[in-house]
């Protein structure tokens, strides 16, 4: 089934930019979601369609999907951006969902 | 507001099984596809089962194949998860989440929109 492979943490200093990318075979031709999910909680859409933001996700939040990568792009960091993020595509042989293995934001 | 409220989880002997269920609140809930999602401790998410707006199309994860079946019922708009011969590795937080679908466009695509808050299953 198709994987999708995460670095397991990124670290990044307060109003700097974080890039965390998500990588999976030729993952351009698909549509790359990402979620944002804090210590304890439930996870948050905070990119869909490699690219869009829900309402209430800050400008700050960016995605990009080219080729064999994905990225999600947070600029001006802030300390409360700290969370783990997971991409997420639909894989159309299988039906399934894919979730990446998960990347630490560190702050 | 959408709201999900998870119920059910537990503690459970190996080999056992549990009901979930995924109260839906806020939004038409015969008009979208449903998911569970589940994390163990200290691990990141896994997608375990998709379920078609009728509930006449569902699709399992590998790993629980054969032994897990999900569920709806319109008229409660409730969301089940049945767990059957559970197993150490089960045990999870485990989330409902609404897939997105636009009413006005019918636009759909396979990304969860709404989370409910979890309920947690611990196999012991």
């Known amino acids: 089934s198709y994987v999708l492979t995460q670095p397991p943490s990124v670290s990044v200093a307060p109003g700097k930019t974080a890039r965390i990318t998500c990588g999976g075979s030729?993952?351009?031709?698909?549509?790359v979601h990402w979620y944002q999910q804090r210590p304890g909680q439930a996870p948050v859409l905070v990119i869909y369609?490699?690219?869009d933001r829900p309402s209430g996700i800050p400008e700050r939040f960016s995605g990009s999907n080219s080729g064999n990568t994905a990225t999600l792009t947070i600029s001006r960091v802030e300390a409360g951006d700290e969370a783990d993020f997971y991409c997420?595509?639909?894989?159309?042989?299988?039906?399934?969902?894919?979730f990446g293995g998960g990347t630490k934001l560190i702050v | 507001e959408v709201q999900l409220l998870e119920s059910g989880g537990g503690l459970v002997q190996p080999g056992g099984s549990l009901r979930l269920s995924c109260a839906a609140s806020?939004?038409?809930?015969?008009?979208?596809?449903m998911n569970w999602v589940r994390q163990a401790p200290g691990k990141g998410l896994e997608w375990v089962s998709s379920?078609?707006?009728?509930?006449?199309?569902?699709y399992y994860a590998d790993s629980v194949k054969g032994r897990f079946t999900i569920s709806r019922d319109n008229s409660k708009n409730t969301l089940y998860l049945q767990m059957n011969s559970l197993r150490a590795e089960d045990s999870a937080v485990y989330y409902c989440?609404?897939?997105?679908?636009?009413?006005?466009?019918?636009?759909?695509?396979?990304?969860?929109?709404?989370w409910g808050k979890g309920t947690t299953v611990t196999v012991s």
């Open positions: 806020g939004l038409t809930f015969s008009s979208y596809a």
């Open positions: 369609d490699d690219s």
């Open positions: 379920i078609s707006d009728s509930g006449g199309i569902r």
């Open positions: 997420q595509v639909w894989d159309s042989t299988s039906d399934h969902r894919i």
């Open positions: 989440a609404k897939e997105f679908y636009d009413l006005l466009t019918g636009y759909h695509n396979y990304f969860m929109d709404v």
């Open positions: 030729n993952i351009g031709v698909k549509s």
